[in-house]
């Protein structure tokens, strides 16, 4: 009795399902001449936003069917998105990498069957790059040492600083403090990094953080937000003290950031033309397509914006 | 087949079956190819270990939340440590998830912590102590042979598929056919009941526990084969994945039920859920609310099951002692 | 005085619980020694005492008037949250989904300014859109008694998939500036408005759960919902609306949140479930439900709230914290459980 009770149920709910996912998944993507499957590392970001939006522009362009996936940081999803990728067969996967070195198995795989990859954003490591075709981004890296750059010439390269940082063991966070330092050490600057906090790439959470590191450090001269909105956030925590004199720094380029660069509130952000990175990585697939020949590495140039050229780059703030 | 659906796994068939049909129907020219079905097979048997761990310690009346980071610690020790030779590398992972599994139990039988928060603690403990291993850095193998545990093949046959299977038999032994798998079911089912009946409650559910943290360790070791690297964001959403799969397999919240094969088929049918939608290009804020539906809908199910269940039970024991 | 069970029969996979393991009850504790009682049904203040003491002598600047404003300040949206979890917890259920309602409580709010409304409107319609995922939690729970953990998780995914695709994960801002008084004004220019909202609250809540029979029903629900319902209580409709309050509660402080920075994203409120639902326990809100208070969970809110304050100020690395938060956490859950079972 109990047993056929609990059949009826299940059988109910497997028919509920099916309609669900067939009313959510709409029409399977006709095989399309050009098709470009993107495996982002974490889609709710919105310099990922940008990128999407930039890719989806091109696209249009050039008749692209795009689908995008998100692992939300995990290394794991990822390998299976871009196994899912494989099967649908497009012409051009693209993929924005968690982790350099657990995509290495599945860019080879991916290869194998005959599928060129893109790297996007984030790169894969030396031994991935034999699977690889081309690399569209700007580094982390780079955007840190851009920053470096620009607090060693705000500061004279003297220096409190502290660095609000996104969620601890992500990629992004080890490379922009990596190259932020390597900044200071080629200017031989005399900056000293008090803290590096986790604020999890959040507003509100880099508020609270900064207002504890100030408490704890009075004599904090720098921020290094990691992204604009922890920045912000930092911001806001200092002019909530009311302390002066200490100078804000971020990553991005976002419209936020770029407005409070003008209003004379933050000293920097390094811009990562996200928007300008999607576009690029439509115009390379197009060309592998084709069978064409792209350069290994297409670079994002990461612009410095500071207060003396926000008004010239402000069209480009997303 | 009566075998395989008696003892709450047919929801798990079904459930499975339903999603097969759904994408072998609308997403065929994809689905269906044995390519992708070898994908499905290797991606949910790197997850399997731990749902069967997991469905060991509900048949005990527990739950464990700790899995994830149990096994993403296990994959940065295995990556870790193979400098010192991969075997030592495996055995360490294993061990540790032992540890990590008998951590668990002491503090639910000693502490008399209930497993909910005691298991959320140690979930916490562990995270910090793999931030502090892996330095916040992606640390990756050097050991290329070691590869082939998770990404290799016999025949058409995904190596992880066949480490699942084999864990798959022995495990549905040892709760069908051993004193102390019965024992666990006797436990979830009625604590009281089972201490009255001579079974030591607490060494059971400590055992309970060692099981599913070496199982997470499994999953980490398989994991750590097959991406050759490890990084602080492994596991993150296993506790919930694992939860959900032994939960449409016919496992319950309050114990006593369940059973392995039903686990393996929860995670057969999420597997290909995922797999489904990523074929069909679905937007990820749908596949995140057709989860959730699915998610509300199995427990709401299992719980209406349970009540009507019992409410006849209630019923024929009035009719026969009135 | 509240109802305390003195003895648990321990059923594993303890959420379900209700309806089939009554607790053995008896009012006050006259065996138990005075000491025992006082650590016993105090163990989060001796904690918070103990901290603030170590804080004190190890930070020269965790005294300070302007820190203990900002612990305040930061633990004060926690706090709300909290105080309807804890109302849950006392009825044996859990909230999982508040963490998503916060994101998409201040979403409506922002859109609705977007859209032209007032500041009165747009807020009404965050809140109310938190109490309707509060009322899709009750309604699941209460008539298919369900477990209200993988429920409301599930819920709390939907809640997120909303938030998704209505910001398509941009960065959305207030467009109405006197919204921001709401997270950043001060009462007097010295407390901020959301920790006055916080302690109110919980008087308010407090008077409620020991003054009125709503507030006694939920204890009877937690204790043994089967004899409530026998007495002729209105448990479900009291569960239901207590699930509806709790969805409220969130959407306060989701608003809260987004005053307090101007802006809001879809994750905007990640964590704060497990959170809310530690501080409430450490407070001694049992899991067991039939157990809690108001004042109780600020207090665990605050040891939350300094712990995480010291462990900045002490300049205890990354890793340091997550384990030291994780030891603390289970040396308190511990020490509770050793006490009760004295």
């Known amino acids: 009795m109990i047993v056929s009770l609990r059949y009826g149920r299940a059988f109910c709910a497997s028919l509920a399902f099916s309609t669900l996912v067939l009313m959510a998944g709409g029409a399977v993507a006709a095989d399309g001449p050009f098709s470009i499957c993107v495996v982002h590392n974490n889609a709710d970001h919105p310099s990922i936003t940008a990128i999407v939006k930039g890719m989806n522009d091109e696209g249009k362009i050039y008749g692209a069917n795009i689908t995008y996936f998100d692992p939300a940081f995990d290394p794991q999803k990822q390998v299976s998105m871009v196994e899912d990728c494989i099967a649908r067969k497009p012409s051009v996967i693209v993929v924005n990498a968690v982790d350099p070195a657990a995509v290495v198995q599945v860019l080879k795989k991916a290869s194998e069957a005959g599928f060129p990859v893109v790297m996007q954003n984030a790169d894969t490591n030396d031994a991935g790059h034999a699977f690889t075709k081309t690399f569209v981004g700007s580094q982390s890296y780079d955007q840190g040492y851009a920053v470096g750059q620009m607090i060693v010439k705000a500061t004279g390269g003297k220096g409190n600083l502290v660095m609000i940082t996104g969620k601890p063991g992500q990629f992004d966070v080890v490379q922009r403090a990596n190259g932020a330092k390597a900044a200071f050490a080629d200017a031989k600057a005399d900056i000293k990094i008090l803290a590096e906090e986790p604020a999890d790439w959040s507003k509100d959470k880099a508020l609270t953080v900064m207002q504890d590191l100030l408490t704890r450090y009075p004599d904090i001269n720098i921020v290094f937000g990691q992204d604009d909105p922890m920045a912000l956030g930092a911001l806001q925590a200092i002019k909530a003290q009311g302390v002066e004199g200490i100078k804000v720094f971020g990553v991005n380029g976002n419209k936020d950031a770029c407005n409070a660069i003008k209003a004379g509130d933050m000293y920097g952000t390094a811009m990562q033309l996200s928007y300008m990175v999607g576009v690029y990585t439509v115009r390379a697939a197009y060309d592998i397509y084709k069978g064409r020949q792209v350069p290994t590495k297409m670079l994002a140039p990461t612009a410095p914006v500071t207060p003396d050229n926000v008004a010239a780059l402000y069209s480009q703030c997303w | 087949m009566k075998r395989l659906l008696s003892g709450g796994s047919q929801t798990a068939v079904l459930v499975a079956a339903a999603i097969f049909v759904t994408f072998a129907i609308s997403a065929n020219e994809y689905f269906l190819t044995l390519g992708n079905l070898e994908n499905v097979a290797r991606q ?279 | 005085m509240t109802v305390t069970p003195s003895k648990e029969i321990e059923t594993a996979g303890n959420a379900g619980r209700q309806g089939f393991a009554v607790p053995f009850v008896y009012l006050g504790q006259g065996r138990s020694g005075v000491v025992i009682r006082v650590l016993r049904n105090h163990t989060a203040l001796i904690l918070l005492v103990a901290l603030v003491i170590v804080g004190g002598l190890l930070s020269n600047v965790f005294l300070t008037p302007r820190n203990l404003l900002n612990i305040m300040w930061a633990v004060s949206i926690l706090g709300i949250i909290a105080l309807g979890q804890t109302m849950l917890l006392i009825t044996c259920n859990f909230d999982m989904s508040v963490a998503f309602v916060v994101g998409l409580a201040g979403i409506i709010t922002v859109l609705a300014q977007i859209a032209g409304l007032d500041l009165v409107t747009s807020m009404a319609f965050g809140l109310a859109g938190g109490m309707a995922i509060g009322l899709v939690n009750g309604l699941l729970v209460v008539y298919t008694r369900a477990n209200p953990f993988l429920i409301t998780l599930g819920t709390a995914l939907l809640a997120y998939s909303a938030s998704l695709a209505l910001t398509h994960s941009q960065t959305l801002y207030a467009t109405i500036p006197d919204f921001n008084i709401l997270g950043r004004g001060r009462l007097f220019g010295v407390v901020h408005y959301s920790v006055v909202l916080a302690v109110v609250l919980a008087l308010a809540l407090e008077f409620v759960l020991r003054r009125t029979t709503f507030g006694r029903t939920l204890y009877v629900i937690g204790l043994n919902e089967t004899a409530g319902r026998m007495s002729g209580l209105p448990t479900r409709r009291v569960k239901l609306i207590t699930f509806v309050l709790c969805g409220g509660t969130a959407a306060l402080a989701g608003l809260i949140m987004t005053a307090r920075t101007g802006s809001t994203v879809a994750s905007a409120g990640a964590g704060m479930e497990f959170d809310s639902i530690i501080a409430a326990v450490l407070g001694g809100t049992s899991l067991f439900g039939g157990q809690g208070g108001a004042l109780r969970t600020l207090v665990g809110v605050l040891v939350l709230g300094v712990l995480n304050n010291l462990l900045i100020l002490l300049s205890v690395p990354i890793e340091g914290q997550q384990i030291a938060k994780g030891l603390v956490f289970l040396a308190v859950v511990w020490a509770d459980s050793v006490l009760r079972n004295q």
């Not at chain 2, 700790?66 to 991969?86: D, E, I, K, Y």
């Not at chain 2, 008998?102 to 995270?127: C, Q, Y």
């Open chain 2, 44 to 322: 949910i048997s790197l997850d399997a270990p731990l749902v069967f761990g997991q469905a060991v310690v509900l048949i005990a009346g527990g739950i464990d939340i700790s899995v994830g980071s149990t096994m993403a610690m296990a994959a940065g020790l295995t990556v870790g440590l193979q400098p010192f030779g991969t075997p030592v590398a495996v055995v360490a992972a294993l061990a540790f998830g032992a540890t990590i599994g008998a951590f668990n139990g002491f503090l639910v039988t000693k502490g008399r912590i209930v497993p909910f928060v005691a298991t959320l603690g140690t979930m916490s403990v562990v995270r910090g102590l793999l931030l502090t291993y892996t330095k916040q850095q992606p640390i990756s193998g050097i050991d290329d042979a070691f590869t082939w545990w998770g990404g290799g093949s016999v025949g058409i046959v995904p190596m992880p598929l066949l480490i699942t299977l084999a864990l798959l038999v022995g495990l549905a032994i040892f709760l069908r056919r051993t004193r102390a798998g019965r024992n666990l079911y006797a436990i979830g089912g009625g604590r009281e009941a089972a201490y009255l009946a001579g079974i030591s409650v607490g060494r059971h559910q400590f055992l309970a526990y060692v099981i599913s943290g070496t199982l997470a360790a499994v999953s980490g070791v398989l994991l750590a084969s097959r991406l050759n690297s490890a990084t602080v964001q492994l596991g993150n959403d296993s506790a919930l994945l694992s939860i959900s799969a032994a939960l449409i397999g016919g496992a319950s919240l309050l114990g006593g039920r369940g059973r392995i094969v039903g686990a393996f088929l929860g995670v057969l049918a999420l597997g290909m859920l995922t797999n489904g939608m990523n074929l069909l290009g679905t937007d990820t804020y749908y596949q995140i609310a057709v989860r959730a539906s699915i998610l509300i809908a199995v427990v709401a199910i299992d719980a209406f099951s349970i009540t009507v269940a019992r409410r006849r039970l209630a019923a024929a024991a009035a009719g026969l002692n009135p």
